[in-house]
């Protein structure tokens, strides 16, 4: 099965102005290897105003089905700590042109891989939502957000915590009908950049995509004739180009 290969939820939230912040995360598949424990993420803001970011952090679980749901993070045993990714600081003030990042944090065991989608949501800054900035500095940004119409854009990754013992074991299967990546290690693989072309007319291509192998999933690529298929095979930090041809 494939974990999630598309750029993930876009959300907005309509509000009254002209000119507003412009959040990007970067990329959106980010993987916190087994000798890490934390993980620096940067948010850029292209928009002319200041973005007051919230970070929410959900895990996704996968089930032995090919079904997934996503669920709020549970405490370790009887402390308050959570156990899976945190966002430090969970709130972020990114100026206008400028960049700020969060630090992303591991906590609990690593004996099998974790996945979470973090979310950046950009928000008008309420009393709640913990900015340490005054009253007066709110109502002159609700202020300077008065006229017109914006849209507040918030975006999404996929964050993928690879286990302790990070064991990579691919295993290919070549027949005359598909070409398989089996994953029989204990981390996800991925086989980037699949492009699926005419041989005669190479121009002549479907779209291009990414694909995550979980451990003991298989990805295959059906095989038709006059067609050629290349991709990057990524085991952690060891890319190899792979080509394959429809007989």
């Keep these: 099965m494939k974990l999630i290969s598309a750029i993930l939820a876009v959300w907005c939230i309509s509000l009254s102005v002209s000119a507003g912040p412009n959040i990007n995360i970067g990329t959106v598949f980010d993987y916190m290897d087994a000798g890490q424990s934390s993980y620096l ?19 996704i679980i996968y089930k032995a089905d090919g079904t997934s749901e996503e669920v709020p993070l549970q405490a ?70 008065s006229a017109g119409v914006n849209v507040l854009a918030g975006y999404g990754s996929i964050f993928i915590v690879r286990p302790a013992n990070a064991r990579f074991d691919t295993k290919i299967e070549d027949t005359a009908q598909q070409y398989s990546l089996r994953n029989n290690g204990n981390t996800v693989i991925v086989a980037d950049e699949l492009k699926n072309c005419a041989i005669n007319t190479p121009t002549e291509c479907q779209p291009v995509t990414m694909n995550h192998i979980l451990p003991g999933r298989v990805f295959s690529i059906k095989k038709e004739a006059g067609r050629q298929y290349r991709f990057t095979l990524i085991e952690g930090s060891v890319k190899k180009d792979i080509e394959v041809r429809g007989k």
């Design 76 to 145: 370790q045993g009887n402390s308050a700590v959570r156990d899976g990714l945190i966002a430090s600081p969970a709130r972020m003030i990114v100026p206008s042109r400028g960049n700020q990042g969060t630090r992303l944090l591991f906590k609990g065991a690593r004996d099998k891989e974790r996945y979470f989608r973090v979310r950046f949501i950009p928000v008008v800054p309420e009393k709640e939502d913990e900015f340490a900035i005054s009253k007066e500095e709110v109502s002159e940004y609700k202020k300077n957000l």
């Design 41 to 59: 993420k940067r948010i850029y803001n292209g928009g002319n105003s200041t973005a007051f970011v919230r970070v929410s952090i959900l895990e």
